[in-house]
């Protein structure tokens, strides 16, 4: 018997699907990353580290490769965006300054989209293996380190990015047997929605300075 195995086991059944723990243990932990991330809180980026840990075994158990790259792709930036807000908290607890992108960062982050798209794509249609639905695969990995990117920078259009990987994430983890994958995904999308009314607020109250700030957490 293998140490995952516990973890490919079913939790419970929902909409006619088993619902495994990975599953559900790694959405619920990615659930409370976005929700610390909304209140600015140091905390958010450790705890996404381990949802993509957990998330790593859910989408291999499903076939796929992309959401699997993905998840190794959010272990990375997270450490990274850990790494970020701690040098710049001071002495305070980890709070960011929010603001809104300038022009070329957010030229660079949708060029960036666009290219890594495509090339993502292009290599899961010439490997099938590595997913059974290449290109919103690849949308959702490529989305998802972008969206990383722009939060661990405190800018605003991070809120932006990750409502438009909701708004493929949630059909295709339906399809692809992960229901509770699906329903998280539909919560993320209130937590989106609110926490970029809490962030683009708090970017017209701020005075520009450096992206990170010190502050209780």
Same mark, same amino acid.
């Not at 022009?103 to 293996?129: N, Q, S």
């Not at 329903?183 to 926490?195: A, D, E, K, N, R």
């Given at each position: ?90 002495? !305070? ?5 929010? %603001?809104?992108? &300038?022009?070329?960062?957010?030229? $660079? *982050?949708?060029?960036? /989209? =666009? ?79 609110? !926490? ?5 607020? %708090?970017?017209? &109250?701020?005075?520009?300075?450096? $992206? *990170?700030?010190?502050? /209780? =957490?």
């Amino acid at each position: 018997m293998s140490l995952l195995d516990p973890l490919h086991a079913t939790a419970f059944t929902a909409f006619g699907q088993d619902v495994i723990w990975s599953d559900m243990v790694g959405n619920l932990a990615g659930l409370a990353a976005l929700a610390l991330g909304w209140r600015r809180s140091l905390l958010t980026w450790p705890v996404q580290l381990l949802s993509g840990v957990i998330l790593v075994v859910a989408y291999a158990s499903a076939d796929l490769g992309g959401s699997v790259g993905k998840q190794l792709i959010v272990i990375i930036v997270a450490a990274w965006g850990w790494r970020q807000w701690r040098l710049g908290r001071g002495t !305070g607890g980890g709070r960011i300054a929010v %603001r809104f992108a &300038t022009w070329r960062e957010r030229a $660079a *982050l949708a060029a960036g /989209a =666009a290219a890594g798209t495509l090339a993502v794509g292009t290599l899961f249609t010439a490997f099938p293996d590595l997913s059974w639905n290449p290109w919103p695969d690849a949308y959702i990995f490529v989305g998802t380190l972008v969206a990383m990117v722009a939060q661990a920078r405190g800018l605003v259009e991070f809120w932006f990015a990750w409502l438009l990987v909701d708004l493929v994430g949630v059909p295709l983890a339906f399809d692809s047997g992960l229901p509770f994958s699906g329903m998280v995904y539909v919560v993320y999308l209130v937590l989106v929605l609110w !926490g970029m009314r809490d962030w683009w607020l %708090r970017s017209r &109250t701020q005075t520009p300075g450096p $992206a *990170l700030e010190g502050a /209780a =957490a």
